[in-house]
């Protein structure tokens, strides 16, 4: 009997013991930095954007072709609805992705000790250790460093690499042969602007499309803002000129209802006048596409620069270009505000890190980064690679290198109510029935009680 | 002379706890724990994001949700109140109406409650979507229908006025025919003899329904309207499908989420509103069961 219970012993340690090796073993085979005997999965997420998904998948098979043994798993989701955030929140939790597309935070994303706020989202990430630094990678040198830092720098380090940028806010998509039929030229003052429409709604055609249903109005509003608070002033002012703001709010010597939000408004309002009347319930999904069937009508679509590849795809045929919308009455104000976007980050957990640093270096290889943009219809960030010219990219090419990084919001304390944040314009006439003068005073008080002014 | 289920000897002690021990650990696991957690983290600025700190933070949280007139939370609150309010009487109703139209075991009737039923076995995101495309104020057949009737343009779920009641209506059409079946099964337990007698005794056709039928009801209603109102107390898919909250949807369970696991996500905020939602439901689903019971009982 005591003979018997001893093998069992023996057997149940040896077995464990080839459990253990066989674990260590596959550890070593996982866990190596990608020589051609190594079997390794890297997991990628990245939000739903159909070009550039594929894109992502053409550079996915390309990277496993050179790196024998790798397997790239591509997870994807899309913004709308909170599927991205919560896909990313979920695969964070579970410490489960090797690289991981971002939308970058900026240098106000890290409020001041003084105010007591904690960075949020990417910021807190960031802020809290969870992104390597890629600062010293030798693939950044093929980035300016200015718009890398602006994007997804923090106390001198870069936690990601921003890849693409578009207009955002300030976004404008016009259809030539409307405005040629009419004989308007393209609008570069606010006053020519509303001239444009008048005359295009005399003659029974609607002026403006816009994506309500997800707020796209905000493109018009936030970007008329950008114009005012910039004016003239030159690109590399552009961080002075946002801390500026979000201190004066933060102090109480500016607020929603101050005069540059009251002058914004105004114009806001002249061009809302000519939108069309059902514009609240259309989604952003099917927006750009809605507009791009329908040649005779909306010679304007507020939208992202994004989106241009897509309407190209959907109407080849259509001829139309891409402009900053002409938001005040000073043409050289009118410029376009530049939107960092995705930008790959390493978590500082994945177990893949080198292999992760490889995939980026070949991402971002001129050859296979020049397609990325081609693909995409981004701006590039990489100086040596050209943005890729299109039909509608006329006006991009010729004034994107006059645009400034996009305005960032005041600070606001968690839990604040969204009026603090400025106008719910889903509420303000046109698309609800508050004036636009009401909804700034709103903002205003709710700014000021959540900061307790 | 009884076998005891559990066997003999020692299997007889442990089999009794060890079964009880799965489901207790389960509890433990994924009821209890999450709930103290969610208590905790109520008191806390967590991002919920790994590798950021608790930051424990007292009441800030509850403050910053009582602080003022223009507060989401507080709009939050109403909403709730209205989309529960809205679509437990509206379901009410129609699932009352339905019931006692097709109660009785006629040819066709059976295929009627089936299709009255049906929509409550599809996925929220699938209505969603679906009405989405009805509504669509480009493409949808809603607005062409609209334009053609009444000669004027609706953005539907893009519009401050028609969003509400429309996720309303929605969401009766989705579970009408639950609240139907409940109904159904209620009166057929009303004995038929109490309706003789009030023939016999003259009473009409509202008479009887106001004195017989709908007192006898009693525990039916009860069921529906415990269950119709905690449901929407709790209501964030079907918004997050319609709306994604905007236009004067966003429930209080909508802006829990949202703000637990949106894109700036705070949990220690989203806990604070998933506390308020428990409290909420607590009030009015048990002072609901409260009412209703006491109804019961008096008749």
Same mark, same amino acid.
């Given at each position: 009997m005591a003979r018997s219970v001893h093998r069992r012993r023996v057997l149940a340690a040896a077995t464990a013991c080839a459990a253990i090796a066989a674990s260590l073993t596959a550890c070593t085979t996982g866990g190596g930095s990608g020589g051609s005997s190594s079997s390794q999965t890297l997991t990628i997420a990245e939000?739903?954007?159909?070009?550039?998904?594929?894109?992502?998948q053409?550079?996915d098979a390309?990277f496993e072709k050179a790196h024998p043994g790798v397997t790239i798993k591509l997870e994807q989701a899309?913004?709308?609805?909170?599927a991205w955030p919560t896909l990313q929140n979920s695969l964070l939790a579970a410490k489960s992705v090797d690289l991981l597309a971002?939308?970058?935070?900026?240098?106000?994303?890290?409020?001041?000790?003084?105010?007591?706020?904690?960075?949020?989202?990417?910021?807190a990430l960031?802020?809290n250790g969870q992104f390597v630094n890629?600062?010293?990678?030798?693939?950044?040198?093929?980035?300016?460093?200015?718009?890398?830092?602006?994007?997804?720098?923090?106390?001198?380090?870069?936690?990601?690499?921003?890849?693409?940028?578009?207009?955002?806010?300030? =976004?404008?998509?016009?259809?030539?042969?409307?405005?040629?039929?009419?004989?308007?030229?393209?609008?570069?003052?606010?006053?020519?602007?509303?001239?444009?429409?008048?005359?295009?709604?005399?003659? *029974?055609?609607?002026?403006?499309?816009?994506?309500?249903?997800?707020?796209?109005?905000?493109?018009?509003?936030?970007?008329?803002?950008?114009?005012?608070?910039?004016?003239?002033?030159?690109?590399? /002012?552009?961080?002075?000129?946002?801390?500026?703001?979000?201190?004066?709010?933060?102090?109480?010597?500016?607020?929603?209802?101050?005069?540059?939000?009251?002058?914004?408004?105004?114009?806001?309002?002249?061009?809302?006048?000519?939108?069309?009347?059902?514009?609240? =319930?259309?989604?952003?999904?099917? /927006?750009?596409?809605?507009?791009?069937?329908?040649?005779?009508?909306?010679?304007?679509?507020?939208?992202?620069?994004?989106?241009?590849?897509?309407?190209?795809?959907?109407?080849?045929?259509?001829?139309?270009?891409?402009?900053?919308?002409?938001?005040?009455?000073?043409?050289?104000?009118?410029?376009?505000?530049?939107?960092?976007?995705?930008?790959?980050a390493i978590p500082t957990f994945s177990k893949h890190q080198s292999l992760a640093e490889e995939y980026l270096?070949?991402?971002?290889?001129?050859?296979?980064?020049? %397609?990325?943009?081609?693909?995409?219809?981004?701006?590039?960030?990489?100086?040596?690679?050209?943005?890729?010219?299109?039909?509608?990219?006329?006006?991009?090419?010729?004034?994107?290198?006059?645009?400034?990084?996009? %305005?960032?919001?005041?600070?606001?304390?968690? *839990?604040?109510?969204?009026? /603090?944040?400025?106008?719910?314009?889903? /509420?303000?006439?046109?698309?609800?029935?508050?004036?636009?003068?009401?909804?700034?005073?709103?903002?205003?008080?709710?700014?000021?009680?959540?900061?307790?002014? | 002379m009884n076998q005891c289920p559990f066997g003999t000897g020692r299997t007889r002690r442990w089999i009794p706890w060890a079964s009880i021990a799965v489901p207790t650990i389960g509890w433990l696991v994924f009821g209890l724990y999450p709930s103290l957690a969610t208590i905790y983290y109520s008191f806390t600025q967590y991002s919920g994001l790994p590798g950021t700190p608790l930051d424990f933070?007292?009441?800030?949280?509850?403050?910053?949700?009582?602080?003022?007139?223009?507060?989401?939370?507080?709009?939050?609150?109403?909403?709730?109140?209205?989309?529960?309010?809205?679509?437990?009487?509206?379901?009410?109703?129609?699932?009352?109406?339905?019931?006692?139209?097709?109660?009785?075991?006629?040819?066709? &009737?059976?295929?009627?409650? $089936?299709?009255?039923?049906?929509?409550q076995i599809?996925s929220v995101t699938?209505?969603?979507?679906?009405?989405?495309?009805?509504?669509?104020?480009?493409?949808?057949?809603?607005?062409?229908?609209?334009?053609?009737?009444?000669?004027?343009?609706?953005?539907?779920?893009?519009?401050?006025?028609?969003?509400?009641?429309?996720?309303?209506?929605?969401?009766?059409?989705? &579970?009408?025919?639950?609240?139907?079946?409940?109904?159904?099964?209620?009166?057929?337990?009303?004995?038929?003899?109490?309706?003789?007698?009030?023939?016999?005794?003259? $009473?009409?056709?509202?008479?009887? &329904?106001?004195?017989?039928?709908?007192?006898?009801?009693?525990?039916?209603?009860?069921v529906?309207?415990f269950l119709?109102?905690v449901g929407?107390?709790g209501?964030y898919a079907?918004?997050?499908?319609?709306?994604?909250?905007?236009?004067?949807?966003?429930?209080?369970g &909508?802006?829990m989420f949202?703000?637990a696991f949106?894109?700036?996500p705070s949990l220690g905020?989203g806990s604070m509103?998933a506390m308020?939602q428990f409290?909420?439901t607590l009030?009015?689903g048990g002072? +609901?069961l409260?009412? +209703?019971?006491?109804?019961?009982?008096?008749?």
């Amino acid at each position: 009997m005591a003979r018997s219970v001893h093998r069992r012993r023996v057997l149940a340690a040896a077995t464990a013991c080839a459990a253990i090796a066989a674990s260590l073993t596959a550890c070593t085979t996982g866990g190596g930095s990608g020589g051609s005997s190594s079997s390794q999965t890297l997991t990628i997420a990245e939000w739903t954007n159909p070009t550039a998904i594929t894109f992502t998948q053409q550079v996915d098979a390309a990277f496993e072709k050179a790196h024998p043994g790798v397997t790239i798993k591509l997870e994807q989701a899309p913004t709308a609805n909170n599927a991205w955030p919560t896909l990313q929140n979920s695969l964070l939790a579970a410490k489960s992705v090797d690289l991981l597309a971002q939308f970058p935070p900026n240098p106000e994303a890290y409020p001041p000790a003084n105010t007591g706020l904690k960075p949020s989202g990417t910021a807190a990430l960031i802020a809290n250790g969870q992104f390597v630094n890629l600062a010293n990678q030798p693939f950044m040198s093929r980035f300016d460093p200015t718009s890398q830092q602006f994007a997804m720098g923090y106390n001198g380090g870069v936690y990601g690499v921003m890849v693409a940028e578009y207009v955002n806010t300030t =976004g404008m998509y016009y259809k030539k042969d409307i405005l040629a039929k009419y004989g308007l030229s393209v609008p570069k003052t606010l006053t020519e602007f509303v001239e444009d429409m008048a005359t295009l709604k005399s003659h *029974g055609v609607t002026p403006i499309f816009v994506a309500g249903k997800d707020g796209y109005q905000n493109i018009a509003w936030a970007g008329i803002i950008n114009q005012l608070m910039m004016q003239d002033k030159p690109a590399a /002012a552009v961080d002075e000129v946002y801390k500026a703001r979000a201190e004066a709010f933060w102090s109480g010597t500016q607020n929603w209802n101050s005069p540059l939000y009251q002058q914004a408004a105004q114009n806001y309002a002249k061009i809302m006048n000519y939108i069309e009347p059902s514009a609240s =319930g259309v989604p952003a999904a099917t /927006a750009a596409t809605q507009w791009a069937v329908q040649s005779e009508n909306y010679p304007f679509l507020i939208d992202g620069s994004w989106d241009g590849n897509t309407i190209a795809q959907t109407a080849p045929s259509l001829n139309f270009g891409f402009m900053a919308i002409p938001g005040t009455d000073d043409a050289s104000w009118n410029r376009a505000a530049l939107a960092p976007d995705l930008s790959w980050a390493i978590p500082t957990f994945s177990k893949h890190q080198s292999l992760a640093e490889e995939y980026l270096d070949f991402f971002t290889s001129p050859a296979e980064y020049a %397609q990325w943009v081609a693909a995409t219809g981004s701006l590039s960030t990489e100086p040596a690679v050209p943005t890729a010219k299109a039909g509608w990219t006329d006006w991009l090419t010729a004034n994107a290198a006059q645009g400034y990084m996009n %305005q960032t919001q005041p600070w606001t304390p968690t *839990g604040a109510p969204t009026a /603090a944040g400025g106008p719910t314009l889903t /509420a303000v006439q046109p698309f609800g029935s508050q004036s636009m003068t009401d909804a700034l005073d709103q903002s205003a008080t709710a700014y000021s009680k959540a900061l307790g002014h | 002379m009884n076998q005891c289920p559990f066997g003999t000897g020692r299997t007889r002690r442990w089999i009794p706890w060890a079964s009880i021990a799965v489901p207790t650990i389960g509890w433990l696991v994924f009821g209890l724990y999450p709930s103290l957690a969610t208590i905790y983290y109520s008191f806390t600025q967590y991002s919920g994001l790994p590798g950021t700190p608790l930051d424990f933070c007292g009441l800030c949280n509850y403050r910053n949700a009582f602080q003022g007139s223009y507060s989401d939370f507080s709009a939050a609150i109403e909403t709730t109140v209205k989309y529960a309010g809205g679509v437990a009487v509206l379901q009410i109703g129609l699932g009352l109406g339905l019931a006692l139209l097709l109660k009785n075991r006629r040819r066709g &009737f059976g295929l009627y409650r $089936a299709l009255i039923f049906m929509p409550q076995i599809f996925s929220v995101t699938v209505v969603g979507i679906l009405f989405s495309m009805i509504l669509d104020p480009q493409a949808g057949p809603a607005e062409k229908g609209w334009t053609a009737v009444l000669g004027s343009a609706n953005s539907f779920l893009g519009s401050s006025t028609w969003a509400l009641p429309l996720c309303i209506l929605i969401n009766v059409w989705m &579970f009408t025919g639950y609240t139907m079946l409940v109904y159904i099964a209620g009166l057929r337990r009303i004995p038929q003899d109490v309706y003789e007698a009030a023939s016999l005794d003259g $009473a009409g056709r509202w008479r009887t &329904f106001r004195s017989i039928t709908w007192p006898l009801l009693a525990p039916a209603t009860t069921v529906n309207v415990f269950l119709t109102v905690v449901g929407c107390l709790g209501e964030y898919a079907l918004i997050l499908v319609l709306t994604d909250g905007q236009f004067g949807t966003q429930t209080i369970g &909508f802006y829990m989420f949202n703000a637990a696991f949106g894109q700036n996500p705070s949990l220690g905020y989203g806990s604070m509103l998933a506390m308020a939602q428990f409290a909420l439901t607590l009030m009015l689903g048990g002072g +609901l069961l409260w009412g +209703l019971r006491r109804r019961e009982v008096a008749l």
